[in-house]
């Protein structure tokens, strides 16, 4: 049924995921960019843990529902449950770790099994303010990104740094790739004749629960430096 825009709180609701391991940041990355905080001393917490951040884009207003960890990664105890309905994705390392940079591609291939759908995904390099403890360069992070397809930025929970542009960077390229796919169903309705059978898709939720099957094909993540 459609809904009228008086009727509507928010236009859309996108559930984001935050993976990566244990210490990487990923609690401070979404405390700072939901309620500019953090903290140094944080404790890993065994849950699910969730914040929501409102987003005009285009007129229309987006909040993302942001998920962490909150602790299972330490165990490798992160279920399907945690990806389901995700349509967005912060995979994490910590620059002076290289441990958790090698750690990625676990990441990946966890978020592609548990999803069926291409959740837009940025690889995010955490910690850069320190810079005399790195052990992984933004070189080695762009290279990753630019195989996998995924986009790429730098960031410090600490001092701040792009940590909004990361969440952004994902939440506009969903909003995008939805944007596209109301255009060519648009289009296709006219002529009377299926979507691409081939196409890969995305599942959006909008924020009353009605799915929409989203075209990525020509909306696949590009590497962006920070």
């Not at 928010?10 to 244990?22: H, M, P, T």
């Not at 762009?142 to 986009?151: N, R, V």
């Not at 691409?196 to 962006?224: H, I, M, W, Y």
Request: proline content about 0%; overall charge neutral.
């Amino acid at each position: 049924m459609a809904i009228s825009s008086e009727e509507q709180t928010e236009d859309y609701l996108f559930k984001i995921v935050l993976i990566g391991d244990s210490a990487v940041g990923k609690s401070n990355l979404l405390g700072r960019f939901a309620r500019n905080e953090f903290h140094s001393n944080s404790k890993s917490t065994i849950g699910v843990e969730f914040q929501t951040q409102k987003m005009d884009i285009d007129g229309k207003e987006v909040k993302a529902q942001i998920w962490d960890t909150a602790g299972q990664e330490r165990f490798r105890a992160v279920t399907s449950a945690y990806y389901r309905g995700a349509v967005g994705a912060l995979v994490v390392y910590d620059i002076s770790r290289r441990q958790t940079f090698e750690s990625i591609g676990r990441w990946l291939n966890e978020l592609h099994t548990h999803s069926d759908m291409n959740v837009v995904t940025i690889l995010v390099g955490n910690k850069s303010d320190l810079r005399d403890a790195r052990e992984v360069s933004a070189d080695e992070g762009k290279a990753l990104a630019e195989a996998q397809g995924l986009f790429f930025m730098e960031t410090s929970a600490l001092d701040s740094s792009n940590v909004a542009s990361a969440f952004q960077t994902v939440v506009k390229e969903i909003y995008n790739i939805l944007s596209r796919k109301v255009i060519l169903s648009q289009g296709q309705k006219k002529k009377d004749v299926p979507l691409v059978e081939n196409a890969k898709t995305v599942v959006l939720q909008d924020a009353k629960n009605t799915n929409q099957e989203v075209d990525s094909k020509n909306g696949k993540a590009r590497c962006c430096s920070s």
